[in-house]
DNA sequence: CTGAAAGCGCTTACAG
DNA sequence: CTGAAAGCGCTTACAG
């Protein structure tokens, strides 16, 4: 199928490209009759304006691109949800890519995005990320920058985030109120924000009510994992610890345990509570049901790509940007692991 | 920042624009000493070409279009996964899109995609989706067009999918073979083929071991979901149907299913056996474990780019393509929700 | 109200 | 081996 052009609605009516393309665009100085002209050959030959072309003349791409660690995860896929209706809803459609908590992946692929001229980027940072040069260089080249949920501190572009330290003590604080004396708690790497956050939140909240803090009851679960919550509680049973109660710093990661737990004939709650982490879909299906702190993905998903919009607005407007941080709310969700 | 051009390129240097976009691209008719000249001082100035300005030229976008009923979901979010990653080792970024089981939204994505001239695009079906215009109208544009698990039998374009009648048919016969007399089937909507075919798949499995098909054992699960199963399982206990086994349509609406058992009471394998289907991560985390048919996301996803990348090499090089159809293996994966 | 012309930044057929 | 020129399809400042 030959592709419509603006020179062949021209030629079929006999009028100049130029009048034909402010037609189409409703400018004021051409006339209704030459307007209704023209709108009526353009839909009669199907004519959509060529993008490639378009982009060239306006530098603007209307594609924004997304960087998450993990696709195939429960919160990070309600992130993208939310991102991808919130761009259609306005006009632009959202390239993903996966960094597999890789930073050599999420340099080059930020380096894609750069190439590729998108009008926006929004990143959740890979666990390894330390040095941030590859978001400053996006920054340079006058890219809108948002991080959300997993991010650096060090770079000054809009953030969306919860409170993690808060979520976690709100977490911990929760066993503590329904009886646990001696709370492990499965923490997540060392690097990365969030996993420090929650951990701080942990401690603080055994502090604050009296309880010491021990770090032996810190087990580490490098990737967050359902496989990472089992070997944390097979060596927290090897261990032979006096622990009453566990705040893991993921759904994933208590269901991990928990499985574990049931096979070694140990009782949730009864003998030992378990306290999750972002509300997986089907933490309530499970039994016993995990009681778990909401972490709302789809919200931050729409939130993050409004962050965008506004600050490609301003650039487009050529009016000097604020970075802004905005921090989304969690509350706990009390099911059945918890006493 | 500005951005650098070969046009300041070939100033820096005294030479043609010419000459410095052929020495970029290796052309054999430009001298050793000017090529190394010329890339070095693209190295210098950290010299990207415009992509705008490129595909203008060469109508080639290196961006891919997929569209899926849903993001939050393990399988979708698995074949994703695949499909992003195989591309983006090929070259190709791919813009991802959600049809929420709407026909009509899903139209309006293909027409977006066709606008925004993506060189080929990936779809699963919507639910709803009977009339297949939009798909042709892709095609028309000389679009390369891939359909995986959830196809239409009526568009000549290449498919990706499982062999879900015989999925389903192995299914039905791991119950019937540890001794189910009574299988009942939570199935799918009446038009998508996948729902049809594990339909029909569950009925040829009853009749060919001498079990005769009721349909009053069959139930509607709309969405086929957690709420879904749910439902179903709580009509069917009201129905007091002497049920000694059921064949779920997914993972999600077996796990529904097995709530409410739990809750009445009902032990599942000894009082009743369920099967799912899609073997999604957590099948193996809830109590009991469910035994589920194996379908491979990932794998379907890097499929599914491959296919696109042999029709649209196909297409660049003007051979003519002939559309392929690609089954994928499934296998039954016992665990402890049947005996 | 209409249109000729320049230009976005590249690629490539062609001439020398 | 090098480069002038045309052209991809649009947008927009400018002239009339």
């Known amino acids: 199928m030959k592709e419509v052009t603006l020179k062949q609605i021209a030629e079929n009516l006999g009028i100049s490209i130029t009048t034909v393309s402010k037609a189409l665009k409703n400018y004021s100085d051409v006339s209704k009759k030459t307007k209704a002209l023209v709108k009526e050959e353009a839909k009669k030959l199907h004519y959509k304006p060529n993008v490639f072309a378009v982009n060239l ?48 992946l999420e340099r080059k692929q930020v380096d894609l995005l750069i190439s590729k001229r998108v009008d926006g980027i929004m990143i959740s940072l890979a666990n390894d990320t330390v040095d941030t040069s590859h978001l400053l260089e996006a920054m340079e080249h006058d890219i809108p920058l948002v991080m959300f949920d997993k991010i650096s501190k060090l770079v000054k572009c809009s953030k969306i985030i919860i409170n993690d330290r808060q979520a976690a003590y709100n977490a911990t ?79 994933m990661a208590a269901v991990g345990a928990m499985t574990v737990f049931k096979e070694h004939g140990i009782k949730v709650p009864e003998d030992i509570s378990v306290m999750g982490f972002s509300n997986w879909f089907l933490s309530q299906a499970i039994t016993p049901a995990l009681s778990t ?3 709302p993905g789809y919200e931050m998903g729409r939130g993050t790509f409004k962050l965008l919009r506004k600050e490609m607005k301003a650039k487009k407007a050529g009016i000097p940007f604020e970075p802004q941080t905005k921090v989304l709310e969690t509350f706990v969700v009390k099911r059945e692991s918890t006493k």
């Open 173 to 251: 604080k929760h066993l503590i109120d329904s009886g646990c004396k001696n709370i492990a708690h499965f923490r997540g790497a060392l690097l990365p924000q969030n996993s420090i956050d929650r951990f701080l939140g942990y401690k603080k909240a055994l502090e604050d009510h009296g309880l010491k803090y021990d770090s032996s009851l810190v087990y580490m679960c490098e990737r967050v994992d359902y496989e990472d919550g089992r070997r944390a509680a097979e060596q927290l049973i090897k261990d032979a610890k006096k622990v009453d109660g566990i705040f893991a710093i993921t759904d």
């Open 293 to 295: 702190i909401n972490q």
């Open 57 to 104: 003349r306006t530098k603007e791409s209307k594609t924004v691109g997304l960087i998450v660690p993990e696709i195939v995860h429960h919160f990070f896929s309600s992130v993208i949800n939310g991102i991808v209706e919130e761009a259609e809803r306005k006009g632009y459609l959202v390239i993903i890519l996966q960094s597999n908590e890789s930073y050599k």
